[in-house]
Each structure stands twice: as structure tokens, then as C-alpha cells.
């Protein structure tokens, strides 16, 4: 696979992974919801890595990241 190890496709699977794990789940509505903003998510890929990919932080508190629906924004939408 190519770009595998690329510098950007490491910070944006760090970030997904800094996201999730941070994230607020709600049970009753069967979603994650990003607790961190987005100052706090470069400082983190700083502290990972040298340089920040700003492709990696398209990240808002209170975003919707996972949903029953499928329609959070770390979801994948198929195409049949």
C-alpha cells in the first residue's frame, strides 16, 4: 500500500486514535462526540510528531465522530 508511512497518514491515524479514546460516549443515542478542541489535538501531534499536518486537526468540539447512522464524521459512507 502506498503513503503507508507517510508523515501525514501517521498524524491523521494518531489523531483518530487521541480522538476516540478521548471522546464522550453516549450510550442513549449510540454515538462518541469530540471532547477536545482543536488547539489541544496539535498540541498533542506536536508532542508526537515535529511538524503538524493540518489535514490531521478538521476537528470541532461537540462533532459527532461515531453514530448508529453512520453518519459521524470518522465514518466511512459506502457506495452501492
Do not use: W
Request: contains cysteine; hydrophobic residues 40%.
Amino acid at each position: 500500500m502506498p503513503n503507508k508511512r507517510s508523515l501525514s497518514s501517521l498524524q491523521k491515524r494518531a489523531a483518530k486514535r487521541f480522538l476516540l479514546n478521548t471522546a464522550f460516549n453516549d450510550p442513549f443515542r449510540a454515538e462518541k462526540v469530540c471532547t477536545v478542541n482543536r488547539d489541544t489535538l496539535i498540541r498533542f501531534l506536536q508532542e508526537q510528531f515535529n511538524s503538524v499536518s493540518m489535514d490531521a486537526v478538521n476537528f470541532l468540539r461537540g462533532e459527532v465522530l461515531v453514530d448508529s447512522r453512520g453518519t459521524g464524521s470518522l465514518q466511512t459512507t459506502l457506495r452501492r
